[in-house]
């Protein structure tokens, strides 16, 4: 069992052995690294109309050297690619060509905002300072459907959203794109020499990743560390740097409704540094989130989806924590405009300033809004957040938070970190963080001083062949962060995750086979005295990613829980106070997705503390065109002990019609009986145009305990929303 080992040693041995085995690992590869681009200036704009004519791009920067980056690095892509590139002092212009026959397109998705990471594809990535810092990524499909997001050095943020423009045109042999971004939609200094560019494309089945510059192949292709710089950008203008977003929102339930006006503005002091106000800001028509069984005793953590606060979110992340590691976060976003007590809370205003001056990036947000548990009150809440760069691999920064949503002003977090990013024997990325951040209270009898801190570091290795993430943190018992995220305190966190990746270069292996790869992960559980409160070793020795995209591994898990006090799962089952050890093992298994009806399903065996436990996990999807999405999960939880048998249940249901490219019905319907909670929401959108958008939703929740015919409304929400943009 594991509990024979020395977890800490354990976590220095899987990070040492994961170095040293990088080191040996030897790939045949070519690098294509491309030498500085001149981008020429356009003297007429290019109709964005999703067709090439050749008068239109004769001006623009011709790329045609195209590689294959996965499965095989060097390889000559199977359809060839014509894209082209300029600007003016309002715009920055890509478009493409790509001759890849109609019949051959993975091309089933049509509403704006879904996920399209699994069609076929084409886009670039745009780093303006050329810190390799963050960039921007813009990506069209062939349907013409949109994705864009920041790449925060090696994190991807999908939730940040900005105003361009794309068209796609589809012809038998080949289909073409024209993508044109606002100068007002990004940041960037005047007169810098350079600017960092990559273009991509993929090809769903099979699936092939195809690039225009390649830095390290030993990286992920879409880092920012791989970008080619590209110059000769002059004379950019935003015009007067002011966009204004007016939205009006007819909101009511069954008691009430309101017609509610919210205003947005948008300022750009200079062409690097964004100034926001928002008045009476409203949220409504906000997808709703999708919420899972909790397994833990710990409350979950759910990404931000607000607009206002998505605006240059990347940043005021802070010592590398993100979502997927969120536990000690200084600032956590929907801390403010939602109270633990009171639920949603109005926003009365907020301003923000976020941008970079000279290698300095600066976040400043302040928000007056209802006060939790006593809304007739209100209260501010704030936070600052600076890093500056320190020459190409080092960043140093500092957070500053002030406020709590239900009115204790005094509430104040201050922390710093740092950052060093770059590569080990010139050939591996590496990415390591340490943060220091403590929290000061008023003195009252439920929040103390005593241990307040919370420190860590970590270091990721970030490769394709061999991936490694180590990390520790402590938490402090008395670090109460008013408008961060903690769900655990009184700990010591230790992770060790690391893969070893084989992709076939020749032979059968390689025809049948993208990549089979061993994952280990190793966490453990302290108090912040040393005492031992749980550890987890999961183990995947087979995991495989075919030609067909079908992809499957099995897991053995193995788990050491301590109790100090009882944990009530769930009304028929309690866990006593006492040192549990116990095993899983699990199958997991994901159809090709590039099929009309493609299935995820994940099965699981074993003990669950000590009870007996069984997992199903279904989720069937059916895509039959480009117009219909259709998925039915359900997660299903056995439980046996002492003759009790107990199970939970969560069940999804999401219809998504796409009409045309303008207009779609997404709904979700949701059945948790964890919480016994049943929701509905229900979204139609129009949007003609990116700066034009026009909602209409229904929220509804209910609390079903007792049985449907005697549900109880928790939720209750109807909203017609129309928000443009006016840009000067």
């Known amino acids: 069992m594991i509990n024979l080992v020395n977890a800490k040693q354990c976590v220095a041995i899987i990070t040492l052995l994961s170095v040293f085995s990088s080191f040996n690992v030897?790939?045949?590869?070519?690098?294509?690294?491309?030498?500085?681009?001149?981008?020429?200036?356009?003297?007429?704009?290019?109709?964005?109309?999703?067709?090439?004519?050749?008068?239109?791009?004769?001006?623009?920067?011709?790329?045609?050297?195209?590689?294959v980056f996965r499965p095989n690095v060097g390889n000559t892509p199977d359809h060839n690619i014509e894209a082209y590139i300029s600007y003016d002092s309002d715009y920055f212009y890509v478009a493409a060509t790509i001759y890849q026959p109609k019949a051959s397109l993975?091309?089933?998705?049509?509403?704006?905002?879904?996920?399209m990471w699994d069609e076929d594809y084409f886009g670039l990535i745009l780093d303006t300072n050329f810190d390799r810092a963050d960039a921007y990524l813009f990506h069209v499909t062939p349907s013409g459907v949109k994705e864009d997001g920041l790449v925060d050095g090696t994190n991807y943020i999908a939730q940040w959203k900005t105003l361009w423009f794309a068209k796609t045109h589809i012809e038998e042999d080949k289909w073409s794109v024209e993508i044109a971004i606002p100068m007002q939609s990004i940041s960037f200094e005047q007169g810098a020499k350079q600017w960092g560019l990559q273009l991509r494309h993929r090809v769903a089945n099979p699936n092939t990743q195809i690039y225009w510059n390649l830095n390290n192949p030993s990286n992920f292709a879409w880092h920012t560390n791989q970008l080619a710089p590209i110059e000769g950008l002059e004379g950019l203008k935003q015009g007067?740097?002011?966009?204004?977003?007016?939205?009006l929102a007819l909101k009511g339930n069954d008691d009430d409704s309101k017609l509610t006006p919210a205003l947005d503005i948008l300022y750009k002091v200079t062409p690097n540094l964004s100034a926001m106000l928002t008045l009476n800001t409203d949220f409504s028509g906000t997808e709703v989130d999708q919420v899972p069984l909790n397994m833990t005793q710990y409350s979950q953590y759910f990404t931000e989806k607000r607009d206002f606060f998505l605006q240059d979110s990347q940043i005021f992340r802070f010592g590398g924590m993100g979502d997927s590691h969120a536990n000690g976060m200084p600032f956590y976003s929907r801390r403010i405009g939602q109270g633990r007590q009171s639920g949603i809370l109005d926003i009365n205003w907020g301003t923000k300033l976020t941008g970079q001056i000279g290698n300095t990036r600066l976040g400043i947000l302040s928000v007056n809004q209802e006060q939790d548990g006593n809304q007739s009150e209100e209260t501010q809440l704030s936070v600052a957040r600076v890093t500056q760069q320190i020459a190409q691999q080092h960043q140093i920064g500092a957070i500053v938070t002030n406020g709590s949503p239900d009115g204790q002003a005094q509430r104040r977090l201050v922390g710093a970190d740092y950052r060093v990013?770059?590569?080990?024997?010139?050939?591996?990325?590496?990415?390591?963080?340490?943060?220091y951040q403590e929290t000061e209270a008023v003195s009252t009898e439920e929040i103390t001083n005593e241990d307040n801190k919370s420190y860590g570091g970590s270091i990721e290795l970030p490769n394709d062949t061999f991936y490694l993430r180590s990390r520790y943190q402590y938490i402090g018992k008395d670090f109460n962060p008013a408008l961060g995220f903690v769900n655990r305190k009184d700990l010591q966190f230790y992770e060790a995750i690391n893969h070893y990746r084989i992709r076939p270069q020749s032979g059968w292996l390689a025809d049948n086979i993208n990549y089979y790869q061993f994952t280990g992960f190793y966490y453990l559980w302290e108090d912040t005295q040393g005492n031992r409160q749980g550890q987890s070793l999961f183990l995947r020795p087979l995991q495989i990613d075919l030609k067909n995209n079908d992809h499957f591994f099995f897991s053995h898990n193995r788990y050491q829980r301590i109790l100090t006090k009882p944990?009530?799962?769930?009304?028929?089952?309690?866990?006593?106070?006492?040192?549990?050890?116990?095993?899983?093992?699990?199958?997991?298994?994901?159809?090709?997705?590039?099929?009309?009806?493609?299935?995820?399903?994940?099965?699981?065996?074993?003990?669950?503390?000590?009870?007996?436990?069984?997992?199903?996990?279904?989720?069937?999807?059916?895509?039959?065109n480009k117009h219909l999405f259709l998925n039915v999960s359900r997660n299903m939880y056995y439980y046996q002990k002492d003759g009790i048998n107990d199970q939970l249940f969560n069940t999804r249901l999401s219809v998504n019609l796409a009409f045309n490219r303008e207009w779609s019905w997404n709904t979700l319907l949701q059945h948790n009986d964890q919480t016994n909670n049943f929701s509905i929401f229900s979204r139609i959108r129009f949007e003609p145009s990116p700066d034009e958008v026009y909602i209409a939703s229904i929220n509804r929740g209910y609390n079903i305990e007792d049985g449907w015919h005697e549900r109880t409304e928790n939720t209750d929400e109807t909203a017609i929303k129309l928000a443009y943009t006016y840009r000067w």
């Not at 681009?37 to 003297?43: L, M």
């Not at 993975?106 to 996920?115: N, P, S």
């Not at 770059?422 to 590496?430: E, T």
């Not at 093992?585 to 399903?601: D, F, G, H, K």
């Open 26 to 67: 030897q790939a045949n590869w070519q690098q294509f690294t491309q030498p500085p681009t001149f981008i020429p200036k356009v003297t007429k704009k290019p109709t964005i109309d999703g067709k090439l004519s050749e008068h239109e791009w004769q001006e623009a920067q011709h790329i045609n050297d195209f590689v």
């Open 106 to 115: 993975t091309d089933r998705v049509l509403t704006q905002g879904e996920y």
């Open 240 to 247: 007067l740097g002011v966009e204004v977003k007016p939205s």
């Open 421 to 435: 990013q770059g590569n080990m024997l010139d050939q591996y990325p590496f990415v390591t963080h340490a943060y």
């Open 567 to 624: 944990f009530r799962f769930t009304d028929k089952l309690t866990f006593m106070p006492q040192e549990y050890d116990y095993i899983q093992n699990e199958l997991y298994i994901r159809s090709a997705n590039n099929r009309p009806l493609y299935v995820t399903s994940r099965f699981l065996t074993g003990s669950f503390y000590d009870a007996e436990f069984e997992r199903i996990s279904l989720d069937l999807n059916y895509r039959p």
